[in-house]
């Protein structure tokens, strides 16, 4: 997904991201230094083994959703369920900001297509 803002930098859409993604229990990895201040990656991770994947630009966050079969004890979503579940409490989290709120969009992950105005 794709999450554009005009006015705010990469940093601080990914700051705005954080309480939503500690309330589904993922926490931060360990950030790494970037070659640039205008662009950001950042990886989330749950304890389950699901990841999610932030990359920013100048006003614009490309965030995915990475999930993982349970080979032991299947949980009671599979994979692609979980992300689409993901995806979904994420516009609502966005739809819930205040106005003029970021504004988001379904989008491959790729290199090639993310954060275009």
Request: aromatic letters at 12%; charged letters at 20%; a positive charge.
């Amino acid at each position: 997904m794709e999450i554009h803002s005009y006015g705010e930098t990469a940093a601080n859409l990914r700051e705005l991201l954080i309480p939503f993604l500690a309330q589904l229990n993922f926490a931060e990895a360990p950030r790494s230094a970037q070659a640039s201040p205008a662009y950001l990656a950042s990886e989330f991770r749950r304890a389950d083994g699901d990841r999610v994947f932030v990359l920013g630009g100048p006003n614009c966050l490309l965030v995915g959703y990475f999930s993982r079969r349970h080979p032991q004890s299947a949980p009671a979503l599979s994979p692609g369920d979980r992300a689409r579940r993901f995806a979904a409490q994420l516009k609502d989290f966005l739809a819930s900001l205040p106005t003029t709120r970021p504004r988001s969009r379904d989008t491959l992950w790729s290199w090639k297509s993310w954060c275009r105005p």
